[in-house]
């Protein structure tokens, strides 16, 4: 194992650290949030647009406005989260929501990692690199690479088949 290896290992460890501490719920509960605030922001923003009249131009009136929403939604979403993570541990759940936290942290990790290495070995010339070939974990993850693109590529009308 080299020091790409550890990397890895640390990256995945950080993430289901977070994720222990934080506990399961939040964290689903933060991810939900993230996709509710882009959903929102990029749906309704032109409903905001209209009371932003004292911007001379639309795109700064538009990116405003998406900031607006998507600020606003976070903030909803982390008072909710908080207060459905204090009736989990409340509930007594705590110990259970840990233990899935570091299931949901772990795939996180795995992922984020799977993501870094595809933009390294796409955009870098880190590929080539000695460490990059003797490390151990990289192989790995060519798996969850290449399922996540035949993923897209077959649920996506805009990639040919």
């Not at 905001?48 to 929403?69: G, H, K, N, P, Q």
């Not at 207060?83 to 992922?111: A, H, M, N």
């Not at 969850?144 to 649920?155: K, T």
Request: net charge neutral; charged share 10%; proline share 1%.
């Amino acid at each position: 194992m080299n020091w790409v290896d550890f990397t890895i290992i640390g990256v995945i460890a950080f993430s289901a650290l977070i994720s222990i501490i934080r506990g399961f719920v939040r964290e689903a509960l933060s991810l939900i949030s993230w996709i509710l605030a882009f959903f929102i922001s990029s749906r309704f923003y032109i409903y905001i647009t209209d009371y932003l009249t004292y911007f001379d131009s639309d795109v700064i009136r538009i990116a405003v406005a998406i900031v607006i929403l998507f600020i606003a939604t976070l903030l909803v979403c982390a008072i909710v989260s908080y207060i459905i993570g204090q009736l989990v541990q409340k509930t007594g759940l705590s110990g259970t929501d840990r233990i899935l936290g570091i299931c949901f942290g772990v795939l996180r990790g795995i992922l984020v990692v799977a993501a870094v290495l595809f933009l390294l070995d796409t955009f870098t010339p880190l590929s080539q690199s000695l460490y990059w070939s003797q490390s151990q974990l990289i192989p790995h993850f060519h798996f969850i690479i290449r399922w996540f693109f035949d993923f897209i590529q077959q649920s996506s009308s805009f990639l040919v088949q």
